[in-house]
């Protein structure tokens, strides 16, 4: 009998331990989109900055790299 328990709690211990991980790898997916949707951001912030840098507009530039500073702060919290 008492083996039994045994193996039950072990399967048990196994199931909560797999739904934990479970919860960890979706917690760690939201947070690779999030970091991915700010990493594009920032990309894109980046590219109209050498943009406007190239025409000249430098108010334009300096717009896009506060909007770029802007997603990498929002990006690490």
């Known amino acids: ?7 039950l709690l072990d399967e048990l211990r196994t199931s ?7 919860i ?8 690779l989109e999030a970091s991915t949707i700010a990493h594009n951001r920032m990309r894109a912030a980046l590219h109209e ?9 430098l108010l334009s530039a300096r ?3 506060k909007r770029g500073l802007s997603e ?5 919290q």
């Open 63 to 65: 717009a896009a790299i």
């Open 16 to 22: 909560n331990n797999v739904a934990e991980l479970n």
């Open 24 to 31: 960890e790898v979706e917690q760690l997916q939201r947070a």
């Open 1 to 7: 009998m008492t083996e039994v328990y045994r193996k």
């Open 72 to 76: 990498t702060q929002e990006g690490e």
């Open 49 to 57: 900055a050498h943009e406007a840098m190239a025409q000249g507009d």
